[in-house]
């Protein structure tokens, strides 16, 4: 796998839009093949701008970009045959048939014959629309709509796979189906998957490595784990029976092994501590001798929420507000929605 | 074009004309509505040919030719309303990510709307010929007539197409449509010979699209065609479709600019 060229190199990509929004301001990416690689932001942060350069449908300011080894820029042809693409917006063509938009998009790849037709029933079969496959698109569920347009992304076979908010819009079991959908994927042999959320947990459970994306650039990349480890432990949050008093829990709590950033607030009190579970028989102990009763304790692990806070520096729910303010002129060029 | 593209021209094509046939209510519309025009028209102004000029004592016949390309051209002129469909449903987003030819993209275009615009002008045709029309040129002037309005409908489709990728307002093609059918079609030897037109509007007619695919199919369709008036005005169509089909080509280059 490592011994592979990277399936996407992006150097400083720069785009901005007319109006003065700045979409890309230098985002730099390395994917390795076979991977599946998260691209996590709110929306607006750059991430189907980057998506649309890397499959060839807009140019960048500047910048270079290889996927599959080819250059969006000199050989798109060769790009766009070794790609899948699954947009945001469906983009299946709701009066034909399942099984026609599967027939027609192997074709524009130059599949004839038995071959289209085997692998158009193949497909069908495995996102189990073989029932429907033969109805017009339109009558299908929202569910079954992303299910086909994973399927067309497919059709040839690509090596690398292209998932744009794959989940945005689905109610809540059809969007755990597509995530086994994207997980059995990634098993498939030598596929890349490159997937753009804007779902911390989407991210967190189907990539193996996550880049965050803030305000077009890449402000943090690493695996789930590694992303949660630089937070440097467990949060333990506590509720006292009473108030105490806040200097002498304060005091009580600092310089406990493995216990950092004390926070008394009322009858609340967090810490972070390198080994949560390992560090509450401890803080119990402690705040007991303080002579403060405690009536809960829990232990959190890190969150990609906590993650993004730290890198972007601001929460993930207040940049997705904000930024939907902010790219109006974006939303309406036919962007995110 | 290489055949791989033709093969391509032609799966988008049949796409195309896969999506008319599944909507029945269009293609109804689409042929109802010129039996309507030729009922309505036809007694109308069935007395007309009594002030001479028509080259013909049945209106009917002279109607035919002026229904067929007004069909044509109204059937033609909404082809933006599909594209800005196809633009907002991520459809063309998708045929760009793969390899197709974008060349075979834009002529799928002009292809279906030739088909469907050759298809409506025989179906007007013949329910012409039935309700007792008379063509006095034959099968070769009906030719030169369905050949006229396929290059007026190439025109309008093709501009159409321009706009809806240009503007991406379904408001703006409605708008100018109406603003333009009634306009285009009256200031046109349609309904009424040239001779008994003013002459101001005969010579606003000269400059008109609509009029001279009227002039090249309906002079092919006399028993004496005027081989000059129709190869000119047949040329001048042919013209401006390369023209238009030109500018809605460089629009579909823009418009990827701007994805």
Same mark, same amino acid.
């Given at each position: 796998?490592?011994?592979?060229?990277?399936?996407?190199?992006?150097?400083?990509?720069?785009?901005?839009?007319?109006?003065?929004?700045?979409?890309?301001?230098?985002?730099?990416?390395?994917?390795? $093949?076979?991977?599946?690689?998260?691209?996590?932001?709110?929306?607006?942060?750059?991430?189907?701008?980057?998506?649309?350069?890397?499959?060839?449908?807009?140019?960048?300011?500047?910048?270079? $970009?290889?996927?599959?080894?080819?250059?969006?820029?000199?050989?798109?042809?060769?790009?766009?045959?070794?790609?899948?693409?699954?947009?945001?917006?469906?983009?299946?063509?709701?009066?034909?048939?399942?099984?026609?938009?599967?027939?027609?998009?192997?074709?524009?790849?130059?599949?004839?014959?038995?071959?289209?037709?085997?692998?158009?029933?193949?497909?069908?079969?495995?996102?189990?629309?073989?029932?429907?496959?033969?109805?017009?698109?339109?009558?299908?569920?929202?569910?079954?709509?992303?299910?086909?347009?994973?399927?067309?992304?497919?059709?040839?076979?690509?090596?690398?796979?292209?998932?744009?908010?794959?989940?945005?819009?689905?109610?809540?079991?059809?969007?755990?189906?597509?995530?086994?959908?994207?997980?059995?994927?990634?098993?498939?042999?030598?596929?890349?998957?490159?997937?753009?959320?804007?779902?911390?947990?989407?991210?967190?459970?189907? $990539?193996?490595?996550?880049?965050?994306?803030?305000?077009?650039?890449?402000?943090?990349?690493?695996?789930?784990?590694?992303?949660?480890?630089?937070?440097?432990?467990?949060?333990?949050?506590?509720?006292?029976?009473?108030?105490?008093?806040?200097?002498?829990?304060?005091? $009580?709590?600092?310089?406990?092994?493995?216990?950092?950033?004390?926070?008394?607030?009322?009858?609340?009190?967090?810490?972070?501590?390198?080994?949560?579970?390992?560090?509450?028989?401890?803080?119990?102990?402690?705040?007991?001798?303080?002579?403060?009763?405690?009536?809960?304790?829990?232990?959190?692990?890190?969150?990609?929420?906590?993650?993004?806070?730290?890198?972007?520096?601001?929460?993930?729910?207040?940049?997705?507000?904000?930024?939907?303010?902010?790219?109006?002129?974006?939303?309406?060029?036919?962007?995110?929605? | 074009?290489?055949?791989?593209?033709?093969?391509?021209?032609?799966?988008?094509?049949?796409?195309?004309?896969?999506?008319?046939?599944?909507?029945?209510?269009?293609?109804?519309?689409?042929?109802?509505?010129?039996?309507?025009?030729?009922?309505?028209?036809?007694?109308?102004?069935?007395?007309?040919?009594?002030?001479?000029?028509?080259?013909?004592?049945? =209106?009917?016949?002279?109607?035919?030719?002026?229904?067929?390309?007004?069909? @044509?051209?109204?059937?033609?002129?909404?082809?933006?309303?599909?594209?800005?469909?196809?633009?907002?449903?991520?459809?063309?987003?998708?045929?760009?990510?793969?390899?197709?030819?974008?060349?075979?993209?834009?002529? @799928?275009?002009?292809?279906?709307?030739?088909?469907?615009?050759?298809?409506?002008?025989?179906?007007?045709?013949?329910?012409?010929?039935?309700?007792? %029309?008379?063509?006095?040129?034959? %099968?070769?002037?009906?030719?030169?007539?369905?050949?006229?309005? +396929?290059?007026?409908?190439?025109?309008?489709? @093709?501009?159409?197409?321009?706009?809806?990728?240009?503007?991406?307002?379904?408001?703006?093609?409605?708008?100018?449509?109406?603003?333009?059918?009634?306009?285009?079609?009256?200031?046109?030897?349609?309904?009424? %010979?040239?001779?008994?037109?003013?002459?101001?509007?005969?010579?606003?007619?000269?400059?008109?699209?609509?009029?001279?695919?009227?002039?090249?199919?309906?002079? %092919?369709?006399?028993?004496?065609?005027?081989?000059?008036?129709?190869?000119?005005?047949?040329?001048?169509?042919?013209?401006?479709? +390369?023209?238009?089909?030109?500018?809605?080509?460089?629009?579909?280059?823009? =418009?990827?600019?701007?994805?």
């Amino acid at each position: 796998m490592s011994t592979r060229a990277p399936a996407v190199a992006a150097r400083d990509l720069i785009k901005t839009y007319p109006g003065d929004v700045t979409a890309l301001a230098g985002m730099d990416l390395t994917i390795d $093949a076979g991977t599946v690689f998260g691209l996590l932001g709110p929306n607006g942060a750059g991430k189907s701008t980057t998506v649309k350069i890397l499959t060839t449908l807009a140019r960048p300011d500047s910048g270079t $970009a290889t996927v599959a080894g080819h250059d969006v820029l000199r050989h798109p042809d060769r790009v766009r045959r070794a790609i899948g693409v699954v947009a945001q917006k469906s983009g299946a063509d709701p009066v034909a048939t399942g099984r026609e938009n599967l027939l027609l998009q192997g074709r524009l790849y130059g599949m004839r014959g038995a071959a289209v037709r085997h692998r158009t029933d193949e497909l069908l079969d495995r996102f189990d629309l073989a029932d429907a496959g033969n109805r017009q698109v339109k009558g299908y569920s929202g569910g079954m709509q992303r299910r086909l347009d994973v399927a067309l992304g497919l059709v040839h076979r690509p090596e690398v796979l292209f998932l744009d908010e794959p989940t945005t819009g689905l109610d809540p079991e059809a969007r755990t189906a597509m995530w086994d959908e994207i997980a059995r994927l990634a098993g498939d042999e030598g596929l890349t998957i490159v997937l753009t959320t804007h779902y911390l947990e989407e991210a967190d459970r189907l $990539a193996e490595r996550i880049a965050i994306v803030d305000r077009g650039r890449i402000v943090v990349e690493g695996t789930p784990d590694e992303l949660k480890g630089e937070l440097r432990g467990d949060a333990v949050h506590m509720e006292l029976r009473a108030e105490g008093d806040t200097g002498t829990i304060t005091a $009580a709590l600092t310089g406990l092994p493995g216990v950092h950033e004390v926070l008394v607030d009322g009858r609340r009190v967090s810490v972070r501590a390198g080994d949560g579970a390992a560090a509450v028989p401890l803080l119990l102990a402690a705040l007991e001798r303080a002579g403060a009763a405690v009536a809960a304790a829990t232990v959190a692990r890190p969150s990609l929420d906590d993650v993004y806070l730290r890198y972007a520096g601001r929460r993930f729910a207040e940049a997705e507000a904000a930024d939907a303010r902010h790219i109006p002129a974006l939303t309406s060029a036919g962007d995110a929605r | 074009m290489n055949s791989q593209a033709l093969a391509q021209t032609w799966y988008m094509t049949q796409r195309q004309l896969m999506a008319i046939i599944r909507q029945p209510v269009f293609l109804v519309i689409s042929l109802v509505q010129p039996v309507i025009w030729l009922f309505l028209f036809g007694n109308l102004f069935k007395k007309v040919v009594e002030l001479g000029g028509f080259g013909t004592t049945s =209106y009917l016949d002279y109607l035919i030719p002026g229904i067929v390309v007004m069909s @044509a051209l109204g059937s033609s002129m909404w082809a933006g309303m599909g594209t800005l469909e196809e633009i907002e449903r991520g459809t063309l987003n998708r045929f760009l990510t793969t390899p197709v030819s974008r060349n075979a993209l834009m002529n @799928a275009n002009v292809v279906e709307n030739g088909i469907a615009t050759a298809v409506q002008s025989v179906v007007i045709v013949l329910l012409g010929w039935a309700a007792g %029309a008379t063509y006095q040129g034959g %099968a070769g002037g009906l030719l030169v007539l369905v050949v006229a309005s +396929v290059l007026l409908g190439t025109v309008f489709g @093709a501009l159409s197409n321009a706009l809806g990728m240009l503007v991406r307002r379904r408001e703006s093609i409605i708008g100018i449509n109406t603003f333009l059918l009634l306009p285009l079609t009256f200031l046109s030897s349609s309904f009424m %010979a040239p001779s008994q037109m003013p002459s101001w509007m005969r010579h606003i007619a000269d400059f008109n699209p609509v009029n001279w695919a009227m002039v090249a199919g309906r002079s %092919a369709l006399n028993g004496d065609p005027d081989r000059g008036l129709v190869l000119g005005r047949g040329g001048a169509l042919l013209v401006l479709a +390369v023209v238009a089909v030109g500018l809605s080509t460089r629009t579909f280059r823009s =418009y990827q600019k701007s994805v």
